[in-house]
């Protein structure tokens, strides 16, 4: 089984989400090699909820996923953290919605909670819980404290960091997942499609339930893949990302 465990639904957290596009993504993931994603959207993108209604209107959900025309997506949550940093919560699509009603007063820059607080609030659920790019300059984790790590499943190993710093940051996130004694999750970090397959999770048995992928992940019954294509993946995603957006700009103005 395929998988990857940080991908978008729209372009940018402005966009609204559409079906229709959502679908074809979810084929070139297919076309990838992918057997399932992680649907990681931001919380506080615009129309989040809207998302998974979506969802539930046009596609089967069974055990803990929504059945995309034979793919897999596990619902999902990208959050900021006030101290900054980004973290993945994974789970059912009813705990999905009810941690994102809770998150959602604390959904603004100057009001982001601590991420003490957000683990806090997430405990109940049981999330396999990740450490988004945890070297990302925007977004680093290593300021945060060893109490955060331990509450943790995994620290991501994200294509677009790859893209951007090297295969030097591979060995340096080996090192710090050493040292904070956490496995590595790869996750693509899609919003375009053309990054699909950029770095892919090779489990050795298929999972249904975010406990079975969290079982995977405790037994180390699983490899990392880095496509030797990675480096046109997200360099061609990110071109036609930033002419999409500018389109979507230019026509929100007329």
Not at 141 to 164: C, G, I, P
Not at 188 to 216: A, I, M, P, W
Request: charged share 25%; proline share 4%; with cysteine.
């Amino acid at each position: 089984m395929n998988i990857d465990f940080h991908t978008h639904g729209k372009l940018s957290k402005k966009i609204p989400f559409s079906v229709s596009e959502f679908i074809e993504s979810v084929k070139e993931a297919k076309e990838s090699g992918l057997d399932a994603i992680a649907l990681t959207e931001h919380f506080n993108a615009v129309g989040f909820l809207d998302v998974y209604k979506s969802m539930d209107e046009h596609f089967p959900y069974q055990e803990d996923f929504y059945n995309v025309n034979g793919v897999q997506v596990f619902p999902g949550m990208e959050v900021d953290a006030k101290e900054g940093g980004h973290f993945l919560f994974i789970g059912t699509r009813e705990n999905i919605r009810d941690f994102w009603y809770q998150l959602e007063p604390y959904q603004s820059k100057e009001n982001f909670l601590p991420i003490k607080e957000i683990l806090s609030l997430a405990e109940p659920y049981s999330f396999l819980q990740i450490g988004a790019h945890p070297f990302r300059l925007s977004n680093s984790l290593t300021q945060h404290d060893s109490s955060v790590f331990n509450q943790l499943d995994a620290l991501d190993l994200n294509a677009k960091d790859l893209y951007k710093m090297g295969i030097k940051m591979k060995d340096k996130l080996m090192m710090y997942s050493y040292e904070k004694d956490l496995p590595i999750l790869a996750g693509s970090d899609t919003h375009h499609y053309l990054q699909y397959g950029s770095v892919v999770n090779r489990f050795h048995k298929e999972c249904k339930t975010v406990d079975e992928l969290k079982q995977v992940l405790r037994t180390d019954n699983y490899d990392l893949y880095i496509s030797p294509h990675l480096e046109i993946k997200v360099k061609a995603a990110t071109a036609i990302k930033k002419v999409l957006k500018s389109q979507c700009a230019e026509s929100s103005l007329s």
